[in-house]
Structure formats: structure tokens, C-alpha cells
């Protein structure tokens, strides 16, 4: 099976490691891999502000670069999410790239739904020996419906000591340039989520988006939080070497 990595603006700047890790998962199951340079931003800050106009040259780029692609497997599901929902309106008005966009969001994937919806795989003889628990981002929970294979993948992991995360479905209070234009509320609900973490006592706080982990891992780190952040990609790819 071949399949494109589509690494998305935070994990190419922030998070290069977590493209590495779910490289290094997906090689492990026989996938062969390529990264289309042509690739860039889907678009997605530009396109929940409203600015569809400037948006418009850069998910053009994005059809240019997977239009060849078997699938196209990313690690957050906001970028996905943005993809699935904008594009087709964007383009409603040219058929030729509204069936380019229609084409791009039929193999399109979040790295943990790939795993287990197209590889078919759920055990992937992983071992993490930590109290885990797990944080639902909106985009992943509301719009995809991916927290299934989160929780699929994560219940195959030997020695694991999951816990379930209080309200887990409550948003972490980054929401994009919402975090920017209503600062207070953003870290009344980054706190309330923090509280809910620790109340775990988890060793490691493990999600799907990664603008989600970033802005967890700030609070964390502001209240001297010992508590690791990390993307399931990264987990996975620890507990297979272990």
C-alpha cells in the first residue's frame, strides 16, 4: 500500500518529531510512504476567519500536490476537518477542482483512523508501561468521529494503565484564533482542562491535534505540570520499540 504524509503547518514547525513517529508506525505495517513538497497550510486560518479569497491559492496548492496520491494520512484532525468542510464550497463554482477537492477528501485520513479503518490493524504489539489518559479534540470528536480508533489502538497497548479523562468531550480552549481574540475565556477553559488532567494522576496526557497539545503542554508547563504530552503517533512508535 502506498500512502502520502501530509504534514500539517504545527507538526512541520512544532512537532517535526510527531511526523517521525507516524512515519516510522506506518513503515513498520508496510506502508510505503512519499511527502509531496509541493505540499503547504490547507488553509484553514484564513478559511474559519473568513478570508476565503486568500485561502483559495493555497488549497489550490493542495490539490496540485496529493493529486496522485493512493491516500493522503495526517496527524491532526483539524487540518482534515478544515479540508472536508471548506473545500467544497470553495471550489463549488469550478467543477473541475470541486472534483479535485471531492477526490482529495475521499483518501484523505487522520493517522489513528488509517491504522485501524484502512490497515485494519488495532494490536500493533505496542507496550507503554504509564498511566495514560486521553484528550477528545473538537475537530476529532465532533466532525470525523476518529476518538473509535484512538481508543481502539489504545486498548491493545500492553501494560498500558488507561484512564478515562473527566469531560473529555470539553474543548481545551484553543479553537484557532479564537485563543487570540478571546484570551480570557481561552484560558479559563485551557485551566479547567488542566484541572481534569491532573485529577487523572496520569503520567501522560496523549491526543490527536497537535494545536490541542500545544496549547495543553503551555498551561502544563506554566503550572510545573509533570505530565507528559504526546500525540498517539508517538506513543505507538515508543511502545513498538520497547
Given at each position: 500500500?502506498?500512502?502520502?504524509?501530509?504534514?500539517?503547518?504545527?507538526c512541520?514547525?512544532m512537532?517535526?518529531?510527531?511526523?517521525?513517529s507516524?512515519?516510522?508506525?506506518?513503515?513498520?505495517?508496510?506502508?510505503?510512504?512519499?511527502?509531496?513538497?509541493?505540499?503547504?497550510?490547507c488553509g484553514?486560518?484564513?478559511?474559519?476567519s473568513g478570508?476565503?479569497?486568500?485561502?483559495?491559492p493555497?488549497?489550490?496548492?493542495?490539490?496540485?500536490?496529493f493529486?496522485?496520491?493512493e491516500?493522503?494520512?495526517?496527524?491532526?484532525g483539524?487540518?482534515?476537518?478544515a479540508?472536508?468542510?471548506y473545500?467544497?464550497?470553495l471550489f463549488?463554482?469550478?467543477?473541475?477542482?470541486?472534483?479535485?477537492?471531492?477526490?482529495?477528501?475521499g483518501?484523505?485520513?487522520?493517522?489513528?483512523?488509517?491504522?485501524?479503518k484502512?490497515?485494519?490493524k488495532?494490536?500493533?504489539?505496542?507496550?507503554?508501561?504509564?498511566?495514560v489518559?486521553?484528550?477528545?479534540?473538537?475537530?476529532?470528536?465532533r466532525?470525523?468521529?476518529?476518538?473509535?480508533y484512538?481508543?481502539?489502538l489504545?486498548?491493545?497497548?500492553?501494560?498500558i494503565?488507561?484512564?478515562?479523562?473527566?469531560?473529555?468531550?470539553?474543548?481545551?480552549g484553543f479553537?484557532?484564533?479564537?485563543?487570540?481574540?478571546l484570551p480570557e475565556i481561552?484560558?479559563?477553559?485551557?485551566?479547567e482542562?488542566?484541572?481534569n488532567?491532573?485529577e487523572?494522576?496520569?503520567d501522560?496526557?496523549?491526543?490527536?491535534?497537535?494545536s490541542?497539545?500545544?496549547n495543553?503542554?503551555?498551561?502544563l508547563?506554566?503550572?510545573?505540570?509533570?505530565v507528559?504530552v504526546?500525540?498517539v503517533a508517538?506513543?505507538?512508535d515508543?511502545?513498538?520499540?520497547?
Open positions: 500500500m502506498k500512502a502520502s504524509i501530509f504534514i500539517t503547518c504545527i512541520d514547525s512537532y517535526p518529531h510527531v511526523g517521525e507516524m512515519v516510522r508506525v506506518l513503515e513498520r505495517l508496510g506502508v510505503t510512504l512519499d511527502f509531496p513538497p509541493e505540499q503547504t497550510c484553514q486560518p484564513a478559511l474559519s478570508y476565503w479569497d486568500y485561502a483559495k493555497v488549497a489550490e496548492t493542495m490539490l496540485t500536490a493529486k496522485n496520491s491516500y493522503v494520512v495526517a496527524p491532526a483539524s487540518c482534515i476537518t479540508i472536508k468542510e473545500y467544497p464550497v463549488e463554482k469550478d467543477p473541475d477542482q470541486y472534483r479535485q477537492a471531492k477526490e482529495l477528501i483518501k484523505l485520513y487522520e493517522f489513528s483512523e488509517f491504522v485501524v484502512v490497515l485494519k488495532e494490536d500493533l504489539g505496542a507496550r507503554f508501561s504509564h498511566r489518559t486521553y484528550h477528545s479534540s473538537c475537530h476529532a470528536r466532525f470525523l468521529n476518529t476518538d473509535e484512538v481508543h481502539a489504545l486498548k491493545n497497548v500492553r501494560e494503565d488507561y484512564v478515562q479523562l473527566p469531560h473529555e468531550e470539553a474543548c481545551c479553537g484557532g484564533t479564537f485563543s487570540v481574540k481561552s484560558e479559563a477553559m485551557v485551566d482542562k488542566v484541572r488532567i491532573l487523572t494522576k496520569a501522560v496526557l496523549i491526543g490527536t491535534d497537535l490541542c497539545l500545544m495543553i503542554t503551555g498551561r508547563q506554566k503550572q510545573k505540570a509533570n507528559r504526546m500525540h508517538e506513543l505507538l515508543e511502545g513498538m520499540r520497547t
